[in-house]
């Protein structure tokens, strides 16, 4: 079911992939080795089950639909360079970067994030300047007593 995005719903949402935060988690826990999408969906379902949709914990889910998630998560951190990848015999595995995160993967993180409260600041100051116009253009109408029109 479609979900309206101007919705106090949508707004209250979560904007963090909690399963993308386990999974550095997971690498960064283990230094130093490296694993298949398989072997991390085997361990994420036995200790933080609530990263994978409902219906991926159902019992007629497969597992390979829990790992062509976590796959394509994997994917997404490598591209972004915040973990490693390798292909041994035809099998790939992920690994933590050791170096931490680099610097283009950093500023497409932070930089929208700090310009989600300015946005919020912006729009508070534009409904407050609407209504002092308001105040303004019609100033024989009765204004709450909290009103400052000076």
Not at 1 to 29: I, K
Not at 41 to 61: G, M, N, R
Not at 62 to 89: G, M, P, Q, Y
Request: charged share 35%; glycine share 4%; net charge negative.
């Amino acid at each position: 079911m479609p979900v309206d995005v101007e919705s106090d719903r949508w707004e209250r949402s979560t904007r963090v992939d909690t399963l993308e935060v386990e999974l550095e988690w997971f690498l960064r826990a283990r230094s130093g080795l490296a694993y298949t999408p398989a072997e991390i969906t085997e361990s994420l379902v036995e200790t933080t089950p609530e990263v994978f949709p409902d219906a991926l914990l159902a019992e007629d889910a497969t597992n390979a639909s829990r790992i062509a998630l976590v796959a394509c998560r994997l994917e997404k951190l490598a591209w972004h360079e915040r973990l490693k990848v390798h292909s041994l015999d035809g099998t790939l595995y992920y690994t933590d970067c050791e170096g931490g995160q680099f610097p283009v993967a950093d500023l497409e993180r932070k930089i929208p994030e700090r310009f989600i409260g300015v946005e919020q600041r912006i729009e508070e100051l534009d409904a407050e300047v609407d209504r002092l116009r308001h105040a303004l253009q019609a100033p024989d109408e009765e204004h709450p007593d909290n009103a400052d029109l000076q």
